[in-house]
């Protein structure tokens, strides 16, 4: 089955440590985001990446980090430097299928982080 | 700054009647407007979108308008049914393939 998939569904953390949220896709799309998502909030962009082994900040990239050595996968780590982690975490994946640029995308089912 | 306005409050609509939710926008030319459906705990799922030439789109019991001169998108779901509940968001783009999210509005279909 084609899709987009993200493990933990939920993880708990404690104080200080890092972590790491995993992104697989097997859509064959070049573009990857990194969404997170405040209740009562819309979704607000980390990062994301248009293309293997290059990636942008999104509004809110402070306290995170991420890499993109293959087009399928796309984690990312939320080091102890993020203030207010806990969160529920969406990865995408974009089709450009317009085909003038832009981006349908395609979400996982999101990963819940707790920080005790 | 960029601002996109999607009705905090729940939209309770009746089984059968339209369910119309709004999203406004400033401060943004978008050339696209994206709406997507999500449910409790679950990642978004893409709806319906629409370019900024186009004045509505039209996808089985759902319809868009997008008006550039209000800012303003207006999404429709005719003959609404139970199944329809869930939180609609809007996502415009800003021309980069960076994409920005309204808050979303939870609409609930009574039967």
């Known amino acids: 089955d084609g899709g987009i998939t993200q493990s933990p569904k939920y993880l708990f953390r404690k104080e200080g440590q890092n972590v790491t949220l995993s992104c697989e896709q097997n859509l064959n799309h070049d573009a990857m985001y990194w969404y997170r998502q405040d209740p009562g909030q819309g979704l607000r962009l980390i990062y994301y990446s248009q293309i293997v082994n290059d990636f942008q900040k999104g509004d809110i990239a402070e306290g995170y980090s991420v890499s993109r050595e293959k087009k399928e996968s796309f984690p990312l780590t939320v080091t102890s430097a993020q203030k207010n982690p806990t969160a529920f975490y969406l990865c995408?994946?974009?089709?450009?299928?317009?085909?003038?640029?832009?981006?349908?995308?395609?979400f996982g089912p999101g990963t819940r982080l707790t920080v005790l | 700054s960029q601002k996109i306005e999607q009705n905090s409050e729940a939209l309770n609509i009746q089984e059968g009647k339209t369910a119309t939710l709004t999203c406004n926008y400033t401060n943004y030319s978008p050339a696209y407007l994206q709406w997507y459906r999500q449910d409790p705990g679950r990642g978004p799922v893409f709806l319906l979108l629409i370019r900024e030439n186009e004045k509505e789109k039209r996808k089985e019991r759902l319809k868009v308008t997008f008006d550039t001169t209000l800012k303003q998108s207006l999404f429709h779901i005719t003959a609404s049914q139970p199944a329809d509940s869930a939180t609609y968001l809007c996502a415009l783009d800003n021309n980069f393939n960076k994409f920005y999210f309204g808050s979303g509005t939870k609409l609930n279909v009574k039967p």
């Open positions: 995408a994946s974009g089709d450009n299928r317009d085909r003038v640029g832009a981006d349908t995308q395609y």
